[in-house]
T-cell receptor, first 116, second 113 residues
Framework: AQKVTQAQTEISVVEKEDVTLDCVYE???????LFWYKQPPSGELVFLIR??????QNEISGRYSWNFQKSTSSFNFTITASQVVDSAVYFC?????????????FGKGTHLIIQP | DAGVIQSPRHEVTEMGQEVTLRCKPI?????LFWYRQTMMRGLELLIY????????DSGMPEDRFSAKMPNASFSTLKIQPSEPRDSAVYFC???????????FGPGTRLTVL
């Protein structure tokens, strides 16, 4: 069975601070995919990034960066110089490959509050 | 390109009534997924289709729930009869064969009184 754990239920920081959202996953699959989604107060789910299990290269996109470490089964998300518009619930998710494993297993989400 | 389209956006019904949620995936996407979001259980997969064929329906709560995908551009999720515990936001998502990220519709907020 697959499992995603986001231990931080809520994080509150002041604007311009850096913040890291933790994600730990469990899977028996050798090939799998990890994702981050953002859910702003309006309620939609916005795709942020996908990472394949065979590619541990970290990624940076503007103020966002992701650190994937298979050794610790973690896929953490860092926002640099946070802004009020970053306030949202962030979900980490995991999927397998075929055989009925294409659905996403989500963590419980981290509610990020950026205070002005 | 239009994103995933869901209707209705909001539905309020009374216990025992039949509810039908609708989804139009992004054109060209082979996979369609139905998820449910509640405060207690978070986001959970209900069922998904590949090329209109149901692949995994193990997340469907019980026989009151059914889903169909009669063609590549339309899917329905039906609850009959509805119960108050079915109140949730129901999301539809779709993705192509590659890459594997799913794109979500705006959701249907269902309230069963």
């Amino acid at each position: 069975a697959q499992k995603v754990t986001q231990a931080q239920t809520e994080i509150s920081v002041v604007e311009k601070e850096d913040v890291t959202l933790d994600c730990v996953y469990e899977t028996r699959d050798t090939t799998y995919y990890l994702f981050w989604y953002k859910q702003p107060p309006s309620g939609e789910l916005v795709f942020l990034i996908r990472r394949n299990s065979f590619d541990e290269q970290n990624e940076i996109s503007g103020r966002y960066s992701w650190n994937f470490q298979k050794s610790t089964s973690s896929f953490n998300f860092t926002i640099t110089a946070s802004q009020v518009v970053d306030s949202a619930v962030y979900f980490c998710a995991l999927s397998g490959t075929g055989g009925g494993a294409d659905g996403l297993t989500f963590g419980k989400g981290t509610h990020l509050i950026i205070q002005p | 390109d239009a994103g995933v389209i869901q209707s209705p956006r909001h539905e309020v019904t009374e216990m025992g009534q039949e509810v039908t949620l609708r989804c139009k995936p992004i054109s060209g996407h082979d996979y369609l997924f139905w998820y449910r979001q509640t405060m207690m259980r978070g986001l959970e997969l209900l069922i998904y289709f590949n090329n209109n064929v149901p692949i995994d329906d193990s997340g469907m709560p019980e026989d009151r729930f059914s889903a169909k995908m009669p063609n590549a551009s339309f899917s329905t999720l039906k609850i009959q009869p509805s119960e108050p515990r079915d109140s949730a936001v129901y999301f539809c998502a779709s993705r192509p064969r590659r890459p594997r990220e799913q794109f979500f519709g705006p959701g249907t907020r269902l309230t069963v009184l």
